[in-house]
């Protein structure tokens, strides 16, 4: 009973703010209006998803750049922590490990604000690089501001700030391996590769799989914060993803009921994702993020 009352807190401020704001989708059913309310507003039905199914330029544009965010951080971000954590765990000296691990921890912490103008104080047009490349009459080169450079902008900073904290859970699944699988492995003649593939990998398999499904839930959010910091003097077609398409149309534009329907259907897609994805990991013989 005493285990009981010490979840009550934690369980009442997950209802508060988790569960009781998923009530305010109602407004994507109606003609939504601030000064009016929820309970006055004018019910209009399914006439904000019109622009979701009649396809709206701006909206396929936003859909578009966010499937191809999505797509680069799943295959090229995704996969970086666990080479990384490899790495780290290869390491004999343990005093070097922790000092690499605290180097590698530290963007973490830093806010988007912070990495956003740090990337633009090395890269942006008077940034270091062009200072150097002029010094050296190499001319300048437009990393900033370069819609055609937007996306690989985005994914170099997502890794710099991210990757190293993605390593925590890696590195603990794999203190957890026993060592008598690799000794035993190395008797066998197994090369360091091979031990790799036949025991460290086999041992991360579950973990990953869970990261992955979680992974794909979130699949339409690539990064709000760190877009719209970027976003101001760029072509929308190119910057615009379903985050800031919301924000766009409904904080800015006031169009509150299209951008509560653009992202109520973003959260069904991510939960039809994370079940269809648990499905597969259960046929695959994995837990998933729930047994069966």
């Keep these: 009973m005493a285990l009981f009352w010490f979840a009550v807190p934690g369980t009442a401020l997950l209802l508060l703010f988790q569960y009781v704001p ?154 957890r391996v026993d060592t008598d699988l690799y000794e035993a492995a190395a008797v066998d003649g197994a090369s360091r590769l091979r031990q790799t593939w036949h025991v460290t990998l086999p041992a991360l398999r579950g973990l990953v799989i869970l990261l992955l499904i979680l992974r794909l839930g979130d699949a339409l959010s690539v990064g709000f914060e760190q877009i719209v910091l970027q976003q101001t003097g760029m072509d929308k077609n190119t910057t615009e993803v379903l985050d800031t398409y919301v924000y766009n149309n409904g904080l800015v534009a006031g169009q509150w009921g299209v951008s509560a329907a653009v992202g109520l259907i973003k959260g069904l897609v991510g939960v039809v994702l994370v079940l269809g994805a648990n499905k597969i990991a259960h046929l695959l013989g994995e837990e998933g993020i729930y047994r069966k």
Aim: charged residues 10%; without cysteine; hydrophobic residues 55%.
């Design 22 to 175: 998923l009530l305010g989708n109602v407004i994507a059913f109606q003609d939504y209006q601030p000064f009016t309310g929820i309970m006055h507003s004018r019910w209009s039905g399914f006439d904000n998803f019109k622009i979701i199914f009649n396809g709206d330029p701006a909206f396929l544009h936003a859909l578009v750049n966010t499937l191809e965010l999505t797509v680069i951080q799943v295959v090229f971000v995704f996969p970086l922590p666990i080479l990384l954590a490899l790495l780290l765990n290869s390491l004999v000296s343990e005093r070097v490990k922790r000092a690499i691990q605290n180097v590698l921890y530290l963007p973490h912490f830093l806010s988007w604000v912070v990495v956003v103008a740090i990337f633009q104080q090395m890269l942006g047009s008077g940034g270091l690089l062009n200072v150097f490349l002029q010094a050296h009459s190499m001319g300048t080169w437009n990393i900033i501001g370069n819609p055609e450079l937007f996306k690989t902008l985005l994914t170099s900073q997502v890794i710099w700030k991210d990757t190293g904290w993605a390593t925590i859970l890696f590195l603990a699944a794999l203190s």
